[in-house]
C-alpha cells in the first residue's frame, strides 16, 4: 500500500462479510485484518456500514463495473419459473 494511515483511515484486507437488517436499512458487516489501527496484526475488525436498499444496489453495480463482472440474472418467481418462463 505504501501510504501512512491519518487518523480519520485504516489499511486492511477484506476478508468476509455478512448481511443483515435493521428496520429498513442494511447492515453490511466487513470483516478485515492487518489494519493499521490495530496493535495485534492478526486481529479481526469488524465494520458495520448501515445502508438503504438504493445505496446498496448502487454499490454493487459500481463493484460489477468495477470488475468487468456482469451481475446474475433475476430470480424467476411464483410460477413463471415452474413453466419455464
Known amino acids: 500500500m505504501g501510504e501512512q494511515a ?9 476478508v468476509g462479510w455478512s448481511h443483515g437488517a435493521i428496520g429498513t436499512r442494511l447492515d453490511l458487516k466487513l ?3 492487518q489494519s493499521t489501527r490495530r496493535k495485534e ?6 465494520h458495520h456500514v448501515l445502508m438503504t436498499r438504493e445505496q446498496a444496489t448502487i454499490l454493487a453495480n459500481y463493484l460489477f463495473h468495477l470488475t468487468e463482472q456482469t451481475p446474475p440474472p433475476p430470480r424467476r418467481r411464483g410460477l413463471a419459473r415452474w413453466f419455464g418462463r
Open 41 to 46: 496484526r492478526g486481529d479481526v475488525d469488524l
Open 6 to 14: 491519518t487518523d480519520g483511515e485504516s489499511y486492511g484486507v477484506l
Open 31 to 33: 470483516q478485515c485484518v
